[in-house]
């Protein structure tokens, strides 16, 4: 950005952590999409509100930031971009992505290095999301390496406020919905 101090300067309010990236490029609008598969993050999205946590806590939640055609940035929030993986011994759901990776299909449609978003077809298989760490909690409880895979497959959403379905696991789709721009 030309002036980081300015009020119009883009700020990445959440997945503040190296997580998960998937950058899509779409030639027909000159959009470039990154979405960032869960974290640490210095917001997350409770009760209808963004909620600020100083600590940077870890969430399953995700966003994606767009770069439009004129190279302005906006983030928009995405909602929990993983299946519920219980732990046994809270009965809480565990929170994925921090420090994992994303592992490309290598045969998917390419455009400048970027995933071509307009040669997508439904059901296409992005590839799989790996590693990191498994949080029993946002904040102050225990962690471990995790050894999940997450498979990502991509699916066209009807409604035009929508961005995207993408699916990780086999335990259905999720709906992510440009409806909520991240403050």
């Not at 993983?82 to 759901?93: E, F, K, M, V």
């Not at 999301?129 to 102050?140: H, L, S």
């Not at 498979?151 to 259905?172: H, I, K, R």
Request: glycine content about 12%; charged content about 15%; some cysteine.
């Amino acid at each position: 950005m030309a002036d980081p101090t300015a009020s119009n300067t883009f700020k990445q309010s959440m997945n503040n952590y190296n997580c998960p990236r998937i950058s899509l490029y779409s030639p027909s609008r000159n959009e470039n999409d990154i979405v960032l598969a869960g974290g640490i993050s210095l917001f997350t999205y409770q009760g209808g509100a963004f909620v600020y946590d100083a600590n940077e806590g870890f969430t399953s939640q995700g966003t994606v930031v767009v770069r439009d055609s004129s190279g302005s940035y906006s983030q928009y929030y995405l909602g929990n971009l993983y299946p519920d993986i219980i732990n046994p011994n809270t009965g809480n759901p565990l929170l994925f992505g921090a420090g994992a990776e994303f592992l490309m299909n290598p045969d998917l449609p390419m455009t400048n290095g970027l995933i071509n978003l307009d040669a997508l077809h439904d059901g296409d298989s992005l590839g799989y999301i790996f590693g990191g760490i498994a949080a029993e909690q946002p904040d102050f409880g225990n962690t471990t390496a995790s050894d999940q895979l997450f498979q990502v497959f991509y699916n066209t959403v009807p409604e035009p406020s929508t961005w995207a379905l993408l699916g990780l696991g086999s335990l259905g789709m999720i709906m992510f919905n440009r409806g909520r721009k991240v403050a």
